[in-house]
Structure formats: structure tokens, C-alpha cells
């Protein structure tokens, strides 16, 4: 199975977050079946090349892919038998550009450092929950450090996702999901006048003063690498009877911050407020990550490809985990970043295989 073929069957095969566990299976027959090292490591999957140096480099893609959305609004199959549709040089389905493409080109990798082996240690981590909460890398990296950590003079890691092959992303903002909740009288829709304090204008002022703060705090707690914190409003709702006055409304937002405001944002959120109103976490809080200009994996990249260009993820990723982790990280992948989470992913199929070649000479580069 070539490499295009591998990329196929891989697209086909459903892998939304938390339902990893065939896309797993299909990857450990497959390096089975090519007499590869490959073991599990709770969900994950790890491809090793281990006992060939003390420097040792980690190659992390994610098996988990967002859901398709509605199947009507794809004009190509998304999943199952028929995806990967071949057209125009690219080809098509769900998780084809994240990460599906990188999967792929590691699979590939790991057959070519068979025969020579690599020059250092090699770990090739295939992880779940990339898309929700980062927890199959963080399983990974506390397994690592456990593990192999002590036995490597320098660790760095590459995260495959979608950069077009064209930028190297050093880091992004941390991340707070939340839910900001105003109460008040409820009451019947024909007496307003009895309703003293009105939950959904609160709600109203609510979102006026954080917009408000959000702009002067994009100014105090800018950071001269990773840019001004972000807050965006993403959903206004209270109980539904439209003849009747609700006792509560909330908002949602999606708030990046930068290492200045991330320990911050909550409490100052709750004192500008006031502490009738709720704020509530909606998942766990994601750290800001930056890897330095000055790290080797980095200048590798720059070595390999001169006119790479150097930018920060708008969202976040699992570089977060790995700095966490004393791990040095990157991103730089195949997939296309603007086709991503949307309707008729695809990937250019040269990228993918361009991006095996790369891989493959920062592993040479990374042992000198």
C-alpha cells in the first residue's frame, strides 16, 4: 500500500474524537504488518526507533478529526468506502488536511528509517483528543518523561499540523472557554413592569462591558511575540417561552490569552463584573506555548527550508503539552490550514509526499 493508497484508507476510516479506536487498530496492523516497533500507550499509538543516539526527536500527529456536519452540505463522501476522492491534484474527506495527511507521511517515514536507521532516537506518537482537550498528548509526554526523558542529552518535538509546508508555527495564546450568567426576576411577558431586575438585559450590559475591557486589555496585556488576547462572543441564549420573562441568561466566549493575562483573565473578569454574576469553566483552560527563535528545531527548519516562514497558531495546539513537558515543539505539516473543519476537506497530494522528504532531513539534520 503506497503511501497515496495508506491516506485513502486512512480518510475512510471514522475517527471522531473520543472514537479513535479502529483508526488505532487499522495503524498497529499496518506497522505490524511492516515489522515495525509499534506498541500502544492508553489510546495512542507509538512507531519507536529507539537506541541510535541521546538526542531523540518526537513526531506527533492526532487520529481524531472534528465531525463532518451535515452529510447534505459535502458534495464528496466525508467517510466511509467512498471518501478520498481523487480530483484536480487533491484529494478529499474528512481529516484530510488535519491529520490524516501527516498520519500518512509518518507511516511512510517509518518505513524509509527501517533500513538506514535513524541517526537518533525516533518516536512516532499517533494521539487522541487533539481536537477536544489534548489529553492523548499529555498522556503521551507524562509517559515520556517517565519513560525515556533521563536517557537524552536534548528532546525536541514536531507536531504535524496543517501548515501547508509552507510556515513553522513557535506557539499560540491559551484558551478559556466560558459561560458568563446573569439572573434576575421572572415573570410574565404582559406585566414588565414587575420585573425589577431583567436577567436578559443584564446580560446585554454584560456583553458591553466585557467588549468594552476586551480592547484595553489587547493593549495592556499585549506579548511581543504571541500578539494581544482575544475575546469572542459565541452564543447568547435563556430559557425559551417568549411570553415569559426568564430568571437567567448566559453568554459564551472564547478567550486567548497571553502568558500576562492567562492566570489573570477569571478573577479580573469576576471584579469587573461583580459577584452576582456566574462564570463558569466549560472545559478545561489550555496554556499559552511558545517555543524559542533561538531552539534548534527551529533553526533546523529555517536551515532545511530558508524561505519557511516563522508565525503563531491563532488557535491552540498541543505545543502547549510538550513545552509544559520541557519539550521543545513545533508544528509544520502538509495539510491546508483553510480547509480545515469545513465542508469538502482535501489535501494537495504532492504536500504529502514533499513532506515525507522533510521529515525525513530534519531527522538527519536534528543529529548533528
Excluded at 233 to 257: E, F, H, M, Y
Aim: aromatic share 8%; glycine share 8%; charged share 20%.
Amino acid at each position: 500500500m503506497d503511501c497515496l493508497k495508506l491516506l485513502q484508507k486512512l480518510i475512510q476510516i471514522p475517527s471522531f474524537s473520543g472514537h479513535e479506536e479502529k483508526l488505532a487498530a487499522f495503524i498497529m496492523e499496518w506497522a505490524k504488518k511492516h515489522g515495525l516497533n509499534v506498541a500502544r500507550q492508553e489510546g495512542n499509538v507509538v512507531i519507536k526507533f529507539t537506541g541510535y543516539g541521546l538526542k531523540a526527536l518526537i513526531l506527533n500527529a492526532h487520529m481524531d478529526t472534528v465531525k463532518p456536519g451535515k452529510l447534505s452540505h459535502w458534495s464528496v463522501p466525508p467517510i466511509g468506502v467512498k471518501a478520498g476522492i481523487i480530483h484536480d491534484g487533491k484529494m478529499f474527506g474528512l481529516g484530510a488536511s488535519d491529520d490524516k495527511a501527516v498520519i500518512a507521511a509518518f507511516l511512510e517515514l517509518a518505513l524509509l528509517l527501517k533500513k538506514p536507521p535513524p541517526p537518533i532516537d525516533v518516536f512516532i506518537v499517533f494521539v487522541t483528543n487533539e481536537e477536544t482537550d489534548g489529553s492523548g498528548s499529555q498522556s503521551y509526554v507524562n509517559y515520556f518523561k517517565k519513560k525515556h526523558a533521563g536517557h537524552y542529552s536534548e528532546i525536541s518535538a514536531v507536531i504535524g499540523e496543517p501548515t501547508d509546508l509552507t510556515s513553522v508555527e513557535i506557539g499560540h495564546r491559551g484558551n478559556f472557554f466560558i459561560k458568563v450568567t446573569a439572573s434576575g426576576d421572572s415573570g410574565h411577558g404582559s406585566q414588565p413592569d414587575k420585573i425589577r431586575n431583567h436577567a436578559v438585559y443584564s446580560q446585554i450590559q454584560i456583553i458591553k462591558t466585557i467588549t468594552k475591557i476586551a480592547k484595553v486589555w489587547a493593549e495592556i496585556y499585549k506579548d511581543p511575540v504571541l500578539g494581544s488576547p482575544s475575546f469572542c462572543l459565541t452564543g447568547l441564549q435563556s430559557p425559551l417561552a417568549v411570553n415569559k420573562v426568564p430568571d437567567s441568561c448566559w453568554s459564551t466566549w472564547d478567550i486567548r490569552t497571553t502568558p500576562a493575562l492567562h492566570s489573570l483573565v477569571l478573577p479580573l473578569l469576576q471584579k469587573t463584573l461583580g459577584d452576582s454574576v456566574k462564570i463558569e469553566c466549560l472545559c478545561t483552560p489550555a496554556p499559552c506555548g511558545l517555543t524559542s527563535l533561538r531552539s534548534n528545531i527551529v533553526r533546523l527548519l529555517q536551515k532545511i527550508l530558508p524561505e519557511i516562514e516563522i508565525k503563531i497558531s491563532p488557535g491552540s495546539n498541543d505545543i502547549c503539552v510538550f513545552q509544559a513537558g520541557g519539550i521543545p515543539a513545533i508544528t509544520f505539516g502538509p495539510g491546508n490550514k483553510n480547509a480545515i473543519h469545513k465542508r469538502d476537506e482535501f489535501v494537495e497530494i504532492d504536500k504529502v509526499y514533499q513532506s515525507v522528504a522533510i521529515y525525513l532531513k530534519v531527522i538527519q539534520g536534528y543529529s548533528l
